[in-house]
């Protein structure tokens, strides 16, 4: 799944983005100018991409790419994760952070 944010002004796409990820349960991984970001379902702090091993990478739900500046900006989330399992994900994400928030 591909969602492109072409949102204008400084920085402006790439909150979009960040916003959509973050309300898809995705975590994203540290700016580094032109280098993608890594994304995984889940609460995780993602290491700037050179830092990312091989394995690492291959492990990532998505990336995030383009230009982060001044946009447009593309969240491409794998071809692995179904519409189905996008949305259990999800809906498991959201109710364990239900949990952890009523604690």
């Not at 204008?8 to 898809?24: I, L, Q, S, T």
């Not at 609460?43 to 091989?54: E, G, M, S, V």
């Given at each position: 799944?591909?969602?492109?944010f072409n949102?204008a002004?400084?920085?402006?796409?790439?909150?979009?983005?960040?916003?959509w990820?973050?309300?898809?349960?995705?975590?994203?991984?540290?700016?580094?100018?032109g280098k993608?970001?890594?994304?995984?379902?889940?609460?995780?702090?993602i290491?700037?991409?050179?830092?990312?091993?091989?394995?690492?990478k291959?492990a990532?739900?998505?990336?995030?790419?383009?230009?982060?500046?001044n946009?447009p900006v593309?969240?491409?989330?794998?071809?692995?994760?179904?519409?189905?399992?996008?949305?259990?994900?999800n809906?498991?994400?959201?109710?364990?952070m239900?949990?952890?928030?009523?604690?």
């Amino acid at each position: 799944m591909k969602v492109v944010f072409n949102d204008a002004g400084d920085f402006a796409a790439v909150r979009a983005a960040e916003d959509w990820c973050a309300k898809h349960g995705l975590s994203v991984g540290a700016m580094e100018r032109g280098k993608p970001r890594g994304l995984l379902f889940g609460d995780y702090a993602i290491a700037k991409w050179h830092n990312l091993r091989q394995a690492d990478k291959d492990a990532l739900h998505g990336t995030m790419t383009g230009d982060m500046r001044n946009g447009p900006v593309t969240v491409a989330v794998s071809p692995d994760f179904t519409p189905a399992e996008f949305v259990q994900m999800n809906e498991a994400w959201r109710a364990a952070m239900r949990l952890v928030t009523a604690a």
